[in-house]
């Protein structure tokens, strides 16, 4: 399981932060934008056991 | 324009839920009006089907909670499905001291009924069908309507108009005001269906079902056997075709079979919608006041339409009475639109959140909902985020009708000043707001010590005795142990309570001079600034 490290505003914020990157990115490099956008944030974690957590828990039920 | 004066110093426009009960709120405090009303009968228009715990107390306030409470069905879960799974299950909070329960469904047309037939049996309310406004023209002293009815046009003059008309209100038309905030474009169905179908009162949330990838489907039981089924249309599709019987009937069809309920239904109505989240920047114009619908538009998620406007209204009334009886400074009303302007701006950014889960309005929005979605199946850290936030009564920690804000925040808990007033049950079937919220007025709660009335609490009870305006004054012994501890209270504690039940100063020890120096603040006579 995923601990729970943010409040839920904050959560809230980040997901339409996201969201607007996305649209920013448009359909074509939506792959490419949180692609990137994971690196970035697997790099500022400086966490290798939680990133390698995370692809697997977002690979399941796809 | 100089019309006809019918000796009533308010003209409310439409008699839907927020006009009935803002003219039943105004006869409390012995506010004659008239209620005009542009249909022949009750609305036919919108449809809210939830009644939230604040909306019932305020009904308890104008003293005509009864019917709802008999008629309604009460609830305070709701469950959400996602790819045939429960994912996230939510429990509405609520205290084992309040009367009512978070939720109560209950149709519109009871919610109006009910209303109306209070009102028609109240010797102040005047109420007028088939009243069309035409025109409005104000000036410092009175406000004219142009009014057009089946037997021709009049004019008539009071002193200050409510408008209670709604979503598509023709006085904000008519005074040509604009609302800020966003339209989404995601449409949705709003079905009403007869079926017999055993299943418990709770709000039922089904993503992206089969039978319409990627959008949502709602259900809500009705009093009568009526449920409420509520879908977004695939992007693209026309109201017209949405409403099409046969495929109406299919995708009816559709939702039964997905809830386990194949059975016989009939269609009572049906309807297109699609969420804003806009409001008026500012709801007093003049000698005209917007309330409800009329003043904002928000989405139907968290059901905020009718619950929003009732907390508009039970705001506006005590307010706008003391205007016309001379109890306060006409300045008071500028806090009605501070205090709700600001609730309606909250209440559009919540609700613009909710709505972009619900009806992810881009492409970005969409891929994040799923992904929460997604989520859901495996983890728990975005769980949160399907939480629907339902109507609350809203915090006026920031209104400028709140007083000594030093001595509030010297208070270790209870009930801060802006916050709604907490009930405490007292026994089997009496509650605190039995006794306060049946009674219009302001309210002291003087929390007495086992040594009785102090000189400071008999002083204080001398400095109201003689006001214009209602205030009654609750004694607290030390017994009211509950009490006691709901509002973090030792002897000698006051709170001043305003007559919409938000505390709007407390004191640990109160003197006379100051409480009589919130009162004035509270009805709008604030002198020399901030009084902390």
């Known amino acids: 399981m995923i601990e729970k490290k943010m409040s839920t505003i904050e959560i809230e914020q980040l997901y339409d932060l996201i969201a607007e990157g996305i649209d920013k ?13 994971s690196l970035a944030l697997a790099n500022l974690l400086g966490d290798s056991k939680a990133v390698a957590d995370a692809v697997l828990a977002a690979g399941r039920d796809l | 324009m100089d019309g006809e004066r019918p000796a009533k110093p308010v003209a409310i426009v439409g008699a839907g839920p927020i006009g009935l009960a803002t003219a039943l709120d105004l006869a409390r405090f012995g506010v004659p009006c008239v209620l005009l009303e542009e249909d022949l009968q009750v609305s036919e228009g919108s449809r809210a089907i939830v009644l939230t715990r604040r909306s019932l107390e305020i009904l308890q306030q104008l003293g005509v909670d009864q019917p709802f409470i008999e008629k309604g069905l009460p609830w305070s879960q709701g469950r959400s499905f996602y790819q045939g799974k429960e994912i996230y299950k939510m429990l ?123 959008n949502n489907v709602l259900v809500h039981r009705q009093p009568d056997d009526m449920w409420r089924i509520d879908f977004r249309l695939p992007d693209g599709e026309t109201e017209q075709q949405a409403l099409e019987p046969a495929l109406l009937r299919q995708r009816i069809n559709a939702v039964l079979s997905m809830i386990e309920q194949e059975v016989e239904w009939q269609l009572d109505w049906a309807t297109v919608y699609s969420a804003n ?83 992810p309005p881009s492409p970005g929005t969409r891929l994040l909902r799923d992904a929460v979605l997604s989520f859901s199946l495996s983890e728990d850290f975005l769980k949160d985020l399907m939480h629907w936030r339902t109507s609350r009564p809203h915090d006026y920690r920031d209104s400028a009708l709140n007083a000594f804000a030093e001595a509030d925040r010297a208070f270790d808990g209870g009930v801060a000043c802006g ?90 020890r109160a003197n006379p001079r100051e409480v009589v120096q919130a009162l004035r603040r509270a009805t709008g006579f604030a002198e020399g600034g901030c009084l902390s």
């Not at chain 2, 003059?157 to 409510?162: G, H, L, Q, S």
């Not at chain 2, 998620?301 to 907390?311: C, E, H, K, S």
């Open chain 1, 25 to 37: 990115a448009g359909p074509d490099k939506t792959g490419l934008f949180l692609a990137k956008l």
């Open chain 2, 92 to 214: 509405m909070p609520y205290d084992a001291d309040d009367r009512y329960l978070p939720g109560l469904n209950i149709q519109q047309q009871y919610i109006e009924e009910y209303l109306l037939g209070y009102c028609e049996r109240h010797p102040l309310i005047d109420i007028r069908w088939g009243q069309r406004v035409i025109a409005i023209d104000q000036d410092d002293a009175a406000v004219t309507l142009g009014v057009d009815t089946p037997d021709g046009e009049y004019e008539l003059t009071v002193d200050w108009i409510v408008a209670a008309d709604g979503g598509r209100s023709t006085v904000r038309k008519l005074l040509r005001l604009r609302m800020e905030g966003r339209s989404y474009p995601g449409r949705f169905v709003i079905a009403d269906i007869k079926a017999k179908i055993d299943l418990p009162t709770e709000r039922l949330c089904f993503f992206d079902p089969a039978w319409n990838p990627g």
């Open chain 2, 277 to 359: 989240t806009l409001t008026l920047g500012e709801f007093v114009h003049g000698r005209v006041l917007l309330t409800g619908d009329a003043a904002h538009l928000l989405p139907i998620f968290g059901v905020r339409g009718i619950n929003t406007g009732l907390q508009d209204s039970n705001n506006l009334a005590w307010k706008l009475a003391f205007v016309v009886n001379g109890w306060a400074e006409r300045s008071l009303l500028d806090s009605y639109s501070q205090e709700r302007v600001q609730a309606a701006r909250e209440i559009c950014a919540e609700g613009g959140k909710r709505t972009r889960f619900m009806t």
């Open chain 2, 419 to 508: 916050q709604p007033l907490r009930n405490v049950k007292l026994a089997a079937h009496d509650h605190l707001f039995d006794t306060i919220g049946s009674k219009a007025g302001f309210h002291l709660m003087l929390f007495v010590g086992d040594e009785g009335l102090t000189p400071d609490l008999q002083q204080i009870l001398a400095a109201t005795e003689n006001l214009a305006y209602p205030i009654h004054r609750l004694l607290l012994a030390p017994d009211q142990a509950r009490t006691y501890s709901k509002y973090a209270a030792s002897p000698g504690t006051v709170y001043l309570i305003r007559p919409d039940l938000h505390v709007c100063a407390r004191w640990h």
